[in-house]
């Protein structure tokens, strides 16, 4: 049976989804769960790659060291995302320090079974460079927005994804972090995101009660926020 959950949890990855089913048990034989507290972490910067952690539950915290020794967010991963999934080419080393900001629960994957699956099958060779070419095309809209969209805008289109595509055109959702994380994973200043909050809420009738969001109309909020975005809406990939 905790063969078969192991399976199942893979599965859950756009990337394992996509591999046959033999592919994906020959994963799972190597493959356990592990908890972690907030706080905990996972990898350091720079630090030769052992795993690859997919989320099944919670939610993961990427951050780069800066010059002065700070911490630059680099992003924050939920459920069915990949980390370390960079290792899987020279130098095989984390880019990122990555923790815990909830409890999470995570399948670890061996990088060596990885980095071998890579060498020795070609078709989970293609399909981890689909998925890398996938998350640069990402990554290359998130500068987009950056560009582009106002402050507001950048916190609807996160409440956007974090909404998916709600049925009866509601939104009723709590934050899965606190405001401040979600303020640096956005680029601003706390300040910055206190004033395009109160923007957002006035431009598009949004209502937070501390992490509680609810609006009676997401096409409002679709409206307003899609317009300076090249993506096509209901948005794909995470929430960040």
Avoid at 57 to 66: A, I, M, N, Q, S
Avoid at 136 to 158: V, Y
Avoid at 183 to 202: C, D, I, V, W
Wanted: glycine letters at 8%.
């Amino acid at each position: 049976m905790k063969r078969l959950m192991i399976v199942d949890g893979l599965l859950t990855s756009p990337l394992m989804a996509e591999l046959k089913t033999p592919l994906v048990e020959q994963i799972a034989a190597g493959c356990h769960t592990k908890e972690f507290a907030e706080g905990d972490v996972l990898c350091h910067q720079s630090d030769a790659a052992h795993s690859v952690w997919l989320i099944l539950d919670g939610w993961v915290k990427l951050t780069r060291e800066t010059l002065d020794g700070g911490d630059a967010v680099w992003d924050v991963l939920g459920e069915t995302h990949l980390v370390g999934l960079e290792t899987l080419t020279p130098p095989f080393t984390y880019t990122t320090r990555a923790v815990a900001v909830s409890g999470v629960t995570a399948l670890v994957i061996p990088h060596t079974a990885l980095r071998h699956l890579i060498d020795s099958n070609g078709e989970f060779a293609r399909l981890v460079l689909k998925f890398v070419l996938r998350q640069q095309q990402d990554e290359r809209l998130e500068i987009e927005h950056r560009t582009h969209q106002t402050a507001p805008q950048r916190i609807g289109c996160f409440l956007l994804k974090l909404a998916g595509t709600p049925l009866d055109g509601r939104i009723d959702l709590h934050l899965p972090f606190d405001k401040g994380l979600l303020a640096a994973r956005l680029g601003m200043q706390p300040e910055t995101f206190s004033r395009a909050l109160a923007k957002l809420k006035q431009e598009t009738g949004l209502r937070m009660t501390g992490a509680h969001v609810q609006m009676d109309d997401a096409d409002a909020l679709r409206a307003y926020t899609c317009g300076a975005c090249s993506g096509s809406y209901p948005c794909h990939g995470h929430a960040t």
